[in-house]
């Protein structure tokens, strides 16, 4: 280093600012400088008066500017290679240990530049060609609009220096810019690496392309799937034409339409074998959605252990036998679920075929037999047959899976059983002849839609409903809508069978015998009869249906509607006063008189029964034999209740009457730790844990309303502090009430498979089920994706190579 020269305040008219050349090593004097040419030394009068600065001298090739450019000559212009950045980003001037910096006055006090600032903020750069602060890292890659202090002008502003300083290292360009030179000197430093990095970048690029075209087919599939449409059209595999264009192709379009150039790009480019679109791919695609949803499904149940299976046969329109699998659980928010999983062919519809095709798909899903805690079927032989039935062999296999007959079959049965009483069941057929009579053809059902906008203007209602054996709520509907239309159809019977110039001579005999049917008594008391105590049943039917309904509230309803029906029979008299009214209000309404019928000395085919008065006779023919059929039909086919009265023990509202300091377990409750003993967790202190349990919930009923169901105890059982009480909460909401999540989905069934899709194979009607009924559970399009790539071989790159398991 040149000896330095002291300038001081005598000197010239103002004090000198040395600028320094920039002037690089040639090729021979080290290797890896960036050649550079020289500049002359350049004196500039400075506004500022400095004292004891020393000058460095003209600076030497070697010592100064042949290995520490100066990055004060480069404000004005960019260096001409990258080999010269990197020279200014690495090997940059910095002031040796004995430099003096300059100083410069500001408001009548000397300042100047900081040595310890260097060291803090690695960034900065002094340069004595400008005399001022620059940022090294914003000057090779700020873009043009961000250049400022540090980067164009240089920082001379001492009295501010801290504060500017700091600012700069926070602004968001300056960030960016010290990454943009941190990659900038690793590649100049690697330049395999670079290529190799250029090369993944390239890759990745095209994979994430690849990803967008295979996610938007995806989307358009699960859109198919979930909203039940047909994707497939007449001969639509290929490319994407304008002719026959299926449901699934038109959604691609409007895709295309919607913005998605990436799919463009693909359809109209891509190889015909690489399009993704073909019939196998959509199936590829069904397939990866329904397991998606099929596992995301089971690992809540897993999560749950224990289950109940729920399963019903239907045909379906290609005549094959078709098993619904549904299973119930109690999820990780209390919760009651009823999930299906899947449909089953089934070649073999014996108990022990059917059996063996619900083991073989539990444990193709990874669950154990042994955890099956219920099964609900119908009442079918081969499905709760006593010795051969399903519930039997599954009871052999685990003793712990208590079989419930569907509630809700229970109850229609309830129904026709007492139906059966001659009235009631004639009663019964000619509704069913009668809206028959009007929804098989169509100008009978204007003619009644005439009728009945004439009479009832206001009126919803403009059809007859049939009396479905199979939804049930809807029998109940059937009459009340036979209720308010009767004076219509009275009416519209009336004028078809006037007007035999319009009508033809089968529906004028036919409406003259429905007309003649509703006019008799037996057909009026027995419809107000029956529809009346079915109101006592439609509330009851409704609910049982819910998924949410836990067996002991369930069996609970059904004994009280079993005690209503017993308390209509005991007080008879008085009822059925009240139903024959109505039954006369219809026959006015007719022009007709109730009259008992002809009584014969010797009668087999109707009932004979000695009676002073109409209302006597139908009473004891009608009324009483109706409620007795239905009262003992409820109690014999609900007599599995032993159960839900135990698990109603547990009720907090049950168990807070329980009387004070009891030193032994209720029965109800002995019986249900007995049945799952290996179930609980810690079954030796479950009787101070049902006593702090009922000591809970007698002080808490004093201030606030007490859970009063199953489900909502569990809700409120802390699964620390009450462990035993919580598994049997748990294990009773898991217990099945009915099949109507079969019967739900088997109503799928019949609009996804229907004849126009017949041929559908087994795999993709299983995933399409499964989105359609699972419609409202989120897919993972990522994850679809990744899984298509790891299981199918294709064309495309969708993942790199290190996660590809093929």
Request: hydrophobic content about 40%.
């Amino acid at each position: 280093m040149p000896k330095r020269k002291t300038l001081k305040d005598s000197d010239a008219t103002g004090i000198q600012k040395l600028e320094y050349f920039f002037s690089s090593a040639s090729a021979a004097e080290g290797a890896g400088d960036a050649p550079c040419k020289s500049k002359k030394l350049k004196e500039q009068p400075s506004s500022s008066k400095s004292q004891d600065v020393q000058d460095p001298g003209p600076p030497s090739r070697h010592s100064l500017h042949g290995k520490s450019p100066d990055l004060g000559h480069f404000v004005e212009k960019a260096p001409a290679s990258e080999d010269e950045m990197l020279l200014l980003l690495t090997k940059h001037w910095t002031p040796p240990k004995d430099f003096t910096f300059p100083v410069t006055e500001m408001y009548n006090k000397k300042r100047k530049f900081q040595r310890h600032w260097l060291d803090t903020y690695s960034w900065l750069v002094y340069s004595p060609a400008v005399d001022g602060a620059l940022c090294k890292h914003c000057m090779m890659f700020a873009t043009g609009g961000d250049k400022g202090k540090f980067v164009r002008t240089p920082f001379r502003n001492w009295n501010k220096a801290v504060d500017e300083i700091k600012e700069h290292s926070s602004l968001a360009y300056h960030q960016d810019a010290m990454a943009k030179s941190e990659k900038f000197v690793y590649n100049m430093r690697n330049p395999e690496a670079t290529i190799k990095c250029k090369l993944n970048e390239e890759a990745a690029k095209q994979i994430s392309t690849n990803r967008q075209i295979l996610a938007s087919v995806f989307k358009c599939v699960i859109f198919c799937g979930k909203q039940n449409l047909a994707l497939r059209g007449h001969r639509d595999d290929g490319i994407l034409e304008e002719k026959n264009r299926s449901m699934f192709n038109a959604l691609l379009n409007f895709r295309i339409d919607a913005g998605d150039e990436v799919l463009k790009e693909h359809l109209a480019s891509c190889d015909e074998r690489a399009s993704y679109i073909s019939k196998t791919t959509q199936n590829r695609m069904i397939e990866i959605v329904g397991e998606q949803i099929r596992e995301n499904i089971l690992k809540e149940v897993k999560s749950a252990r224990y289950f109940a299976v729920l399963a019903d046969e239907v045909t379906d329109t290609s005549n094959w036998e078709q098993m619904s699998l549904v299973l119930r659980f109690v999820d990780s928010q209390q919760d009651i679920r009823e999930e299906f999983l899947a449909f089953v062919p089934c070649e073999e519809v014996s108990g022990e075929g059917l059996t063996n095709k619900i083991v073989e798909k539990l444990e193709e899903w990874g669950l154990d037999v042994a955890d099956i805690r219920g099964q609900a079927y119908d009442g079918a032989a081969n499905m709760a047959g006593k010795f051969k039935g399903v519930k039997s062999r599954i009871l052999e296999l685990n003793d712990k899976a208590l079989f419930f007959h569907c509630a809700s079959h229970c109850l229609s049965l309830c129904v026709v059983k007492a139906c059966q009483v001659p009235y009631v069941k004639n009663m019964m057929g000619t509704m069913k002849q009668l809206a028959l009579f009007f929804s098989n053809s169509p100008k009978r059902q204007r003619k009644l839609e005439q009728v009945i906008g004439d009479a009832m203007p206001d009126s919803r209602k403009e059809k007859l409903v049939d009396l479905c054996r199979t939804r049930w709520v809807e029998k109940i509907q059937a009459f009340e809508t036979f209720a308010l239309l009767f004076k219509p159809v009275i009416d519209c019977l009336g004028q078809i069978t006037e007007d035999k110039a319009t009508w033809d001579s089968k529906a004028v005999i036919e409406a003259s015998g429905l007309l003649s049917s509703m006019s008799c008594g037996s057909f009026l008391t027995a419809f107000i009869v029956t529809q009346e105590c079915l109101q006592y049943l439609k509330p009851l039917t409704v609910k049982l249906q819910k998924v949410a309904q836990d067996v002991s509230s369930a069996y609970k309803e059904v004994a009280d509607i079993t005690q209503c029906i017993k308390d209509l029979r005991d007080n008879v008299d008085k009822a059925f006063h009240v139903w024959f009214q109505k039954a006369r209000t219809m026959a006015e309404t007719l022009g007709v008189t109730i009259e008992k019928p002809r009584v014969a000395g010797r009668q087999t085919l109707r009932d004979n029964q000695p009676a002073d008065t109409p209302e006597v006779y139908y009473r004891i023919t009608v009324a009483v034999p109706f409620l007795d059929h239905l009262c003992t039909e409820l109690q014999s086919r609900f007599q599995n209740s032993q159960l839900a009265g135990d698990g109603l023990q547990l009720v907090p509202s049950c168990i807070a009457q329980l009387p004070k300091g009891f030193t032994s377990l209720p029965d109800g409750i002995k019986g249900l730790a007995s049945l799952w003993e290996a179930d609980l967790p810690a079954i030796g202190g479950i009787q101070a844990e049902i006593h702090r349990w009922a000591v809970k919930w007698c002080t808490a009923a004093e201030s606030c309303p007490v859970p009063t169901t199953l489900v909502e105890a569990l809700k409120h059982c802390d699964s620390e502090y009450f462990p035993n009480i919580h598994k049997m909460l748990q294990l009773l909401c898991t217990l099945p009430i009915t099949t109507a999540e079969c019967e739900r989905t088997n109503s799928s069934l019949r609009i996804l498979k229907n004849f126009m899709r017949s041929t559908m194979v087994e795999d993709r009607l299983n995933g399409l089920a499964l989105m359609c009924i699972h419609w409202g559970m989120t897919i993972d399009i990522e994850a679809a994706v990744d899984t298509f790539a790891q299981k199918f071989k294709t064309h495309m790159t969708f993942l790199p190579k290190h996660l590809l398991k093929m």
